[in-house]
């Protein structure tokens, strides 16, 4: 299985961080790979829910795929796995991690993903734009996580909602 990891560093707590990264609403807007992300809370309280992915494939097509959490311990680590996905899917198998560390006063954030192309021809090509998505991740990340920082700093959160 190919794998891809990206980490930088970016000035917000690692609470504040998590918190902007588990917002729904704000996925879209760090993460180039989501379109829409819905999470499903089923089952006894203690079980963790199920996540429901769209994502953009090429020229405006889609696919979706739902994800189920190998492991959540916020703030710190992520962990999700592709439980089934659309005809449409560039991936057999998919699963992407995030690490938050404490760095100063800001947070080392690492972003890993593991996956099998469907087609394996496309291996070399597919792991590149997987790598220029995770980077791009990153660097959103780093620009929202900058207004969070403002924001705190004046003592109002204006984004973040509920962890995992």
Known sequence: MAKVTHSAYL?????????LMCDLDQRP??????RT???????????RPTLYYTA????GATWSWEG???VLEPPEQSAVRMRWGSFLRPFHQLAGSWRLTPDGSGTRLQITVNFEPRIPLLSTLISRRVSKITAESLRRLAVLGTDISVDSSNGEMNQGSESG
Not at 29 to 34: F, R, T
Not at 37 to 47: I, Q, S, Y
Not at 56 to 59: I, T, W
């Open 11 to 19: 000035p917000v707590a690692p609470d504040k961080l998590w918190d």
């Open 37 to 47: 992300l819905k999470r499903e809370h089923a089952g006894a309280p203690g079980d």
């Open 29 to 34: 807007k760090w993460d180039p790979s989501v």
């Open 68 to 70: 189920e959490y190998v």
């Open 56 to 59: 953009p494939l090429l020229l």
